[in-house]
């Protein structure tokens, strides 16, 4: 089962010269992507912090749900099995790198555009504990366009294309986490419907960018567009 693998048993031979240096790439776009998301995080949180809230058709007819277990700690879980998943995989590794930073510097982008108040009736985001410390060390209020919670997923789906067990998975966690953050009122239904829109978007423009990374994907790989 791949996740019993040797982590290093899929990377024997791999590394070539070429790979080494597209790799050590990746790496610098994920430090760019975290240092980007912390400097425009705690923007947009200021300014939504003062602005006004907006009617939702869903959040108005939902009840308010508390959450926050789901939204923090099966989040982090989440991300630590795509990590893990990427990991033991340098195909996916070399190619998803670029692609988990292209999707968060885009989010970062798009939060400080639109600055829009939290809901009225919103639920608590999670309880005081290491995970929630954690989990709001990268995420801020009022970042709301668009969900990093049905995002994330459905860009781990889009990496594992080929392999049916997880792309099932990774496709119920989208919708699953879209639910969750639509029932806990924590963003607006805009936030969720556009997100996998969005991340189909920053996967093309990954792959357009960097063809040798994307053509090492195992198996059928998502179509794209001519």
Not at 32 to 50: D, E, K, M, N, W
Not at 64 to 85: C, D, E, K, P, S
Not at 170 to 192: E, K, M, N, Q, R
Request: proline share 7%; charged share 10%.
């Amino acid at each position: 089962m791949i996740l019993m693998q040797n982590p290093l048993r899929a990377h024997k031979g791999f590394w070539t010269p070429a790979r080494k240096r597209s790799m050590y790439i990746g790496i610098g776009l994920i430090i760019l992507a975290i240092a980007v998301q912390l400097t425009l995080g705690p923007f947009s949180s200021r300014h939504s912090a003062s602005a006004s809230s907006v009617r939702d058709i869903f959040l108005d007819n939902l009840p308010v749900l508390n959450l926050g277990f789901v939204i923090v700690l099966w989040a982090i879980a989440t991300w630590v099995l795509a990590w893990w998943l990427l990991a033991v995989d340098p195909r996916r590794l070399l190619f998803g790198t670029k692609a988990i930073a292209f999707f968060v510097i885009c989010r970062a982008f798009f939060i400080t555009l639109t600055h829009i108040g939290p809901y009225p009736m919103q639920s608590s985001p999670g309880p005081t504990d290491f995970g929630f410390r954690f989990y709001s060390l990268f995420t801020f209020q009022g970042n709301y366009f668009f969900s990093g919670h049905t995002a994330f997923p459905f860009l781990i789906a889009l990496l594992f294309w080929d392999d049916t067990l997880w792309r099932r998975f990774f496709l119920f966690l989208t919708v699953f986490f879209g639910f969750a953050v639509l029932l806990a009122h924590v963003h607006y239904s805009i936030d969720v419907f556009a997100a996998p829109f969005i991340i189909y978007g920053t996967f093309v423009i990954a792959a357009r960018i960097f063809p040798e990374d994307y053509a090492l994907l195992p198996g059928k790989r998502p179509s794209l567009p001519a």
